[in-house]
């Protein structure tokens, strides 16, 4: 069952949906970054999305990884992986949000702020915002957790002069970085889970609108 929210700001539209399954996730999630790659030795074919990448690693340092090479560790700080249908922009950091927590926090705030300006100059790219939650109660409020965040970052990101068409979508626990063992205490897992993804489309057809 899909649910929507419509935020009152006139450049985000909000698209909450429920999560099932998309063969998109197979490849996207629980990937791995190291070192940085160039781009000029695979085959992207998508020429805006590999300068907004390339641009990104210039202005932030940030890690890159094209789709169909290793990667065996994730970088620390920012991550991006690239495909010929997305950018996906991820953070490795201890802890993007407290449990039960939807606000930013500061070193959060700080790697968004590093992204907006290659962002600024792409205004006909699509975003979205993937919100996730873990072990932070019901099913249901563990979807609402994963909401917020992704309201919370899509919100930030137009206050902060972004004119694209945003949509913020929470996946619950749906789809976590990084298997907790249930022999041991989660708080460093957990922390790892509780995260916001950015995709990056040039193309409103090759949008993932389903968690897995």
Sequence with gaps: MKRYLLLPLSFIFIMLLQGCTT????YIDNISFSGIFKIKQHRIKNKKLQELATLLKEDTGAALQI???PGPTLHEGINLYLTNKFLKISFKQTMMFAR???NLNPQTTQNMQKIIPALQKYPKVIIQVIGHAYDEGTQKEMQH???LRAISVAEFLFNNGLKQE???KGCSDLIPRKACDPTKPHKLCDAQNRRVDLFIYTDKDDI???CR
């Design 23 to 26: 063969k998109t996730y197979e």
């Design 67 to 69: 789709a169909g090479t």
């Design 166 to 168: 945003v949509l913020a």
């Design 100 to 102: 039960t927590d939807t």
């Design 145 to 147: 957790y994963a909401d």
């Design 208 to 210: 993932i609108t389903k």
